[in-house]
């Protein structure tokens, strides 16, 4: 099976590589086999990990109350179907909205809770440690967040503009931006030509071997 999973793993570098060459058959093979394969994984994993135990722990369980509860998320699902008919499609507008409504909710706890807090009070810490480097991370971090707001007046003859105050933070907060994304950018090169190293590794080894 080694041997076997080797050989796969040297026909589809082979095949991807093959892009090279133009957008082909033998390409396209590979992207459907990964992702025929990437969903195969994904649905097992659900299956296993997500929808069992919570059968078990819910619906299964013998209690009443945990298995009302359990029958929730399938109820929401099926009524998900109803969007393909023209005629009942409202129903499941009603599952779309609470996914939604709970899904920012989370969102904006997670944002609180597990960004902004942490990043004023990392903030706050490395003023205390470094005063420089705590000046640079709080101008960073206070003009970027002003970036993103989208506050502005309206002028007499109807065009919406930022006041000069915030449109300069703001553009200090851009130049921060345009930084960690090219640094980002950068990291993403990087690790793209270390697995492309590895692969011609992998292919030169198979050769030889």
Do not use: C, H
Request: a neutral charge.
């Amino acid at each position: 099976m080694e041997q076997i999973g080797t050989v796969a793993g040297f026909v589809l570098t082979l095949m991807i590589f093959s892009y090279i060459l133009g957008d082909n058959f033998l390409y396209r093979l590979a992207v459907y086999v990964f992702v025929g394969m990437t969903a195969g994984f994904v649905a097992i994993v659900t299956i296993e990990s997500v929808i069992a135990p919570w059968l078990l722990l819910t619906v299964l369980s013998g209690n009443a109350g945990k298995a009302a509860l359990g029958v929730i998320p399938f109820l929401l699902g099926l009524l998900l179907l109803y969007k393909t008919s023209s005629r009942l499609a409202g129903l499941s507008n009603l599952a779309i909205a609470f996914v939604i409504g709970v899904g920012t909710a989370v969102s904006v706890v997670g944002a609180v809770v597990g960004t902004l807090l942490p990043l004023s009070g990392s903030t706050a810490t490395a003023i205390e440690i470094n005063l420089v480097d705590g000046i640079i991370l709080f101008v960073g971090v206070a003009s970027t967040l002003i970036y993103f707001q989208y506050l502005a007046r309206r002028t007499p003859d109807g065009e919406i503009v930022r006041s000069r105050p915030v449109r300069a933070i703001s553009a200090v907060g851009q130049v921060f931006v345009v930084v960690t994304m090219g640094a980002i950018y950068g990291g993403a090169i990087l690790t793209s030509i270390t697995i492309f190293a590895e692969r011609v590794g992998f292919i030169l080894s198979f050769g030889g071997g």
